[in-house]
């Protein structure tokens, strides 16, 4: 198994049953948390402080034995199902 973040981006309507949601990636095993994201800051030392650059709103962390395989736990994600924008991401180990 490989551990896969996944993103949602601003780009959704909002709403949803996030809490189903939830409960059904907690149901796979598979499902290490995750998390809604605020506002935040991008720095670079010498540079004056900027607004965070990505429009990312959440994450959540799962397994899968690829990335293909991770898009699976997409169903039912509000956000996607809503039309908005995801990102999957491999966490590479060591």
């Not at 909002?14 to 998390?35: K, P, V």
């Amino acid at each position: 198994m490989n551990d896969y973040i996944i993103l949602m981006l601003n780009d959704a309507p909002g709403g949803g049953d996030w809490d189903c949601y939830i409960a059904g990636l907690r149901q796979t095993g598979h499902f290490d948390g995750g998390s809604s994201i605020g506002d935040g800051v991008r720095l670079r030392k010498g540079d004056a402080d900027q607004p965070a650059g990505l429009a990312v709103t959440g994450f959540l962390h799962v397994r899968a034995a690829s990335i293909d395989d991770a898009k699976r736990y997409l169903a039912g994600n509000p956000d996607y199902e809503a039309g908005g924008s995801v990102e999957i991401r491999e966490l590479p180990r060591g």
